[in-house]
C-alpha cells in the first residue's frame, strides 16, 4: 500500500508564492520519479514539473523560470516551489510517483496524491 500526500496549497495574491509538499509511504523500493500535475476547471489535467530520484527534471513551458522542483530522496518527497503566481496557475494539484513497491516487480506503477487546491486570485 503506498500513500501520497500533498500538503501547501491556499489562497495567494498575483505574484505571490507557495511550497507544495508531497511526501511518499508505504511499500515502497525504489522510485523512478515524482512529478506535480494540475487541473483547471474545464481544462485536462496537465504536467507542470517532474524529477527523478537523481535530480534530472522537466516542466511545462507555462511554469518555466517561475516553478522550480526539488526532492528529499531520503524521504520519499517531492516539492514545488512556485513564485510569482498568476491567476491562471489556480488549479488542483496532484502529485504522482512512480516506483517499484518491490524488488520482485517487473514494471514500476504510479501513485496518485488526493490533490490540493491552490487560488490566485485578488
Known amino acids: 500500500q503506498v500513500q501520497l500526500v500533498e500538503s501547501g496549497g491556499d489562497l495567494v495574491q498575483p505574484g505571490g508564492s507557495l511550497r507544495l509538499s508531497c511526501a511518499a509511504s508505504?511499500?515502497?523500493?525504489?522510485?523512478?520519479?515524482m512529478a506535480w500535475y494540475r487541473q483547471a476547471p474545464g481544462k485536462q489535467r496537465e504536467l507542470v514539473a517532474r524529477?527523478?530520484?537523481?535530480?534530472?527534471?522537466n516542466y511545462a513551458d507555462s511554469v518555466k523560470g517561475r516553478f522550480t522542483v526539488s526532492r528529499d530522496n531520503a524521504k520519499n518527497t517531492v516539492y514545488l516551489q512556485m513564485n510569482s503566481l498568476k491567476p491562471e496557475d489556480t488549479a488542483v494539484y496532484y502529485c504522482?510517483?512512480?516506483?517499484?513497491?518491490?524488488?520482485?516487480?517487473?514494471?514500476?506503477?504510479?501513485?496518485w496524491g488526493q490533490g490540493t487546491q491552490v487560488t490566485v486570485s485578488s
Open positions: 504522482n510517483a512512480d516506483l517499484f513497491p518491490s524488488i520482485t516487480t517487473f514494471h514500476s506503477r504510479n501513485y
Open positions: 508505504g511499500s515502497i523500493f525504489r522510485v523512478n520519479a
Open positions: 524529477i527523478t530520484t537523481l535530480g534530472s527534471t
